[in-house]
């Protein structure tokens, strides 16, 4: 595939009108980080089809069933969106394949071996899930789905499936045990691998005086 700035524009503009009225911390900025992260991660892997690593990123959110309501309905419009933009049908399958299979909650119940491509991409969205900026999202989207803060007194959840992970009993904090730290481990590539390990020790360092503070140690 060879991507045109025409194609490009289109499928931008499609992704932001799915994504503008966003307050979970899946908005354009997101998109925009995690497109960047996976071009560069395709710029250190030759073998990659860097077109199709881009769309798949530009489009990973347009049917997120935790951002619609009707997953089957957003995702014809995103197939017709990459009509419309002359993406060649098996290109549209190769992207397709990687937002279905890429999600954190999708492989805990099918640890699917994804192409080289989604493998970029997926590394790209979860290191925008970790850091400072992971931080800042995960109570954003805490706040918009009323999670609690903290509850000292409830330990993270452990052994989760794909349905007990999207299950509302936990809190913001929890959520960095049961998947934001576990995510370093998880990463494909040894670029995305050397980029996190800044990340994660922001997120300990964070945890580490957000408990102290909530104690009243500091």
């Not at 850091?131 to 509850?151: E, K, L, N, S």
């Amino acid at each position: 595939m060879m991507l045109s700035t025409q194609q490009w524009a289109q499928l931008r503009q499609f992704t932001q009108q799915v994504l503008d009225s966003d307050h979970t911390g899946h908005g354009m900025d997101h998109i925009d980080r995690v497109v960047a992260i996976a071009e560069q991660l395709a710029q250190q892997t030759p073998a990659a089809k860097r077109d199709i690593v881009v769309v798949a990123a530009l489009l990973h959110d347009t049917y997120d069933q935790k951002l619609v309501n009707d997953v089957a309905a957003a995702k014809a419009n995103t197939a017709q969106a990459m009509q419309t933009a002359a993406i060649a049908q098996d290109d549209q399958q190769a992207i397709f394949a990687i937002i279905d299979q890429m999600s954190y909650r999708y492989q805990l119940d099918h640890p699917t071996p994804l192409s080289l491509e989604g493998q970029l991409v997926q590394d790209a969205d979860r290191l925008d899930a970790i850091g400072a900026i992971g931080i800042a999202r995960t109570f954003y989207y805490g706040g918009a789905h009323d999670t609690p803060m903290y509850q000292s007194d409830v330990a993270p959840r452990s052994e989760l499936d794909g349905q007990t992970y999207r299950q509302q009993e936990s809190s913001v904090i929890n959520h960095f045990y049961e998947k934001l730290l576990l995510l370093q481990d998880l990463l494909n590539t040894d670029a995305a691998k050397k980029i996190a390990q800044h990340r994660q020790q922001v997120m300990l360092d964070f945890l580490d005086e957000f408990k102290a503070e909530w104690r009243g140690e500091r």
